[in-house]
Nanobody, 120 residues
Framework: VQLQASGGGLVQAGGSLRLSCAAS?????MGWFRQAPGKEREFVAAISWSGGSTSYADSVKGRFTISRDHAKNTVYLQMNSLKFEDTAVYYCARSSKVVPVKESTEYDYWGQGTLVTVSS
C-alpha cells in the first residue's frame, strides 16, 4: 500500500485548504495526523471503511471534515477556519481496522506528509 498526501500550502488564518490522500492498494479505515515543529505527532481525524463513521480531535472538531471517495481510493481532509496553531506537517495513514481509530499504533501504512502553514 502506498499513500500520497497532497494539498498543503501557505494560507492566512481563517482560510481553508483541502488535503488529499491517494491510496494504491487495499484500504480500511483511514486517518490524518499532524506534527508541528518541536511537538509530537497527534491525531487529527479518522474515517471508517464505509465512510459512515468519523472521529475528530477536539481541537479541530467543527472546523475540519474528513471524507473518502472509494471510486478514487482517496481520502480528503477539508480544513476551514484555519488557525496559526494548525501549522504542521499532515500525514495520512491506513489502519488495519474498519472503524475509525485515534491511536497511531493502529495504523500500518503512512504517507510522506504535506506541509500546512497558517500565517497569523
Amino acid at each position: 500500500v502506498q499513500l500520497q498526501a497532497s494539498g498543503g500550502g501557505l494560507v492566512q488564518a481563517g482560510g481553508s485548504l483541502r488535503l488529499s490522500c491517494a491510496a494504491s492498494g487495499r484500504t480500511f479505515s483511514m486517518g490524518w495526523f499532524r506534527q508541528a515543529p518541536g511537538k509530537e505527532r497527534e491525531f487529527v481525524a479518522a474515517i471508517s471503511w464505509s465512510g459512515g463513521s468519523t472521529s475528530y480531535a477536539d481541537s479541530v472538531k467543527g472546523r475540519f471534515t474528513i471524507s473518502r471517495d472509494h471510486a478514487k481510493n482517496t481520502v480528503y481532509l477539508q480544513m476551514n477556519s484555519l488557525k496559526f496553531e494548525d501549522t504542521a506537517v499532515y500525514y495520512c495513514a491506513r489502519s488495519s481496522k474498519v472503524v475509525p481509530v485515534k491511536e497511531s499504533t493502529e495504523y500500518d501504512y503512512w504517507g510522506q506528509g504535506t506541509l500546512v502553514t497558517v500565517s497569523s
